[in-house]
């Protein structure tokens, strides 16, 4: 399991680590929000094209040869930047890096799925998303010194010697899992299984979090700037998110294991935790801040895991893949559409506005999935047959 915890800790860090410290690209506001959140959004776009792709992939040929060649992408695709240094080279690393760990990230989460037994996944998932979340917390820190060190460049450089690792470790340790037998899957079987609403509850929930989870790493320094701040105390300020998220998902996954947590409250309590820390975004200097940093982080914690062991716990095992690219696709729109949202309000009126648009419709969650003819389970995960 380790060397998957190091491929989520290698996404998340790569994400966050580079996307928290975008926020100075321009000195014009206006051009830097919008500069900002194509950015963002290009990470995250590569992969809502080729996630499913690639988790598919992975229940055809077999989830560890994916997980591979999305790390060594991944490594190549960040020194592509280090070599050629230039704006134009910066979109272009940040699209390769994006369709890198669209491979690797599903992969992983496939393999967390089938080398833990059922009455597990809540632990396993909690466990990866745990280390996924300390990629969160180091990489706007760490970001920020190594950019302040020796600039973009530098942070590249560590990328790339990062995922070139991960690689080599994942490729001696982790064992080949074969592709399972399936049964023949028409076009209109899969629409009938992605459109479940145990399939969307979940998912759509997901991608909230994982919207307010980019938009609190990439917009918060912004806000940080305003209250003048400065690159590492804005990074360590946005670090609180990430350690909140990382401290609260193996304990969630815990109680949903022992019966103590259910997924439909747990999620539904995470979605008005992670509404409240955008409200709190809205006001002004760092108390705000440190307060969104807080409440998005428990939120996002709360979701995640609960999230995707319900996902794993209904879905077949000969199709973990194909579910897990299709829920990291929705994760993808979340974060890549969660910062262009709030970039085009910001943009429109101020920032303030766009974070209270991104809460409004994530409040808006819970009440929606009250008006689904099939609710998600309440039943915990390792209680509920694939």
């Known amino acids: 399991m380790w060397p998957l915890y190091a491929a989520g800790f290698t996404t998340a860090f790569g994400a966050h680590g580079i996307a928290a410290n975008l926020g100075g690209f321009s000195d014009d506001a206006v051009t830097s929000l919008l500069v900002l959140g194509g950015l963002l959004a290009l990470y995250d776009g590569a992969e809502v094209l080729l996630k499913p792709l690639f988790g598919s992939l992975s229940d055809r040929i077999g989830a560890r040869p994916v997980l591979l060649g999305g790390l060594v992408a991944f490594a190549f695709a960040s020194a592509l930047y280090v070599v050629f240094d230039s704006p134009g080279w910066l979109w272009a690393a940040r699209l390769g890096q994006g369709a890198a760990a669209s491979a690797f990230s599903p992969s992983a989460s496939a393999l967390v799925a089938r080398l833990n037994q059922t009455a597990g996944l809540g632990r396993a998932f909690g466990g990866y998303g745990f280390y996924k979340s300390i990629g969160y917390t180091l990489g706007p820190l760490l970001g920020g010194l190594l950019v302040w060190g020796g600039g973009l460049r530098l942070l590249f450089a560590v990328l790339a010697a990062l995922g070139a690792a991960v690689a080599a470790w994942a490729a001696l340790t982790v064992p080949a899992v074969p592709p399972l037998p399936k049964k023949r899957q028409t076009v209109l079987d899969l629409a009938r299984r992605l459109a479940d609403p145990a399939f969307l509850a979940p998912t759509c929930a997901l991608a909230a979090a994982t919207a307010a989870l980019s938009v609190g790493v990439g917009f918060l320094p912004v806000s940080g700037r305003a209250a003048d701040l400065g690159t590492v105390a804005t990074g360590a300020a946005?670090?609180?998110?990430?350690?909140?998220?990382?401290?609260?998902?193996?304990?969630?996954?815990?109680?949903?294991?022992?019966?103590?947590?259910?997924?439909?409250?747990?999620?539904?309590?995470?979605?008005?935790?992670?509404?409240?820390?955008?409200?709190?975004?809205?006001?002004?200097?760092?108390?705000?801040?440190?307060?969104?940093?807080?409440l998005i982080g428990t939120g996002t914690g709360l979701i995640t895991p609960l999230g995707f062991a319900a996902l794993a716990a209904r879905t077949p095992r000969e199709r973990i893949g194909q579910?897990?690219?299709?829920?990291?696709?929705?994760?993808?729109?979340?974060?890549?559409?969660?910062?262009?949202?709030?970039?085009?309000?910001?943009?429109?009126?101020?920032?303030?506005?766009?974070?209270?648009?991104?809460?409004?419709?994530?409040?808006?969650?819970?009440?929606?999935?009250?008006?689904?003819?099939?609710?998600?389970?309440?039943?915990?995960?390792?209680d509920t047959t694939p």
């Open 238 to 294: 946005v670090s609180v998110l990430a350690l909140c998220a990382a401290l609260v998902q193996p304990r969630a996954g815990r109680a949903l294991d022992d019966g103590r947590l259910t997924t439909r409250t747990g999620i539904r309590t995470g979605l008005l935790v992670t509404a409240a820390g955008l409200a709190a975004a809205t006001l002004p200097g760092l108390p705000g801040i440190l307060a969104a940093a807080v």
């Open 323 to 382: 579910t897990m690219g299709a829920a990291e696709l929705g994760r993808e729109l979340g974060d890549a559409g969660g910062p262009l949202l709030v970039a085009a309000v910001a943009t429109a009126a101020t920032l303030t506005y766009g974070y209270a648009a991104l809460g409004l419709l994530i409040a808006l969650l819970p009440l929606a999935g009250l008006l689904l003819h099939r609710r998600l389970p309440a039943t915990p995960a390792s």
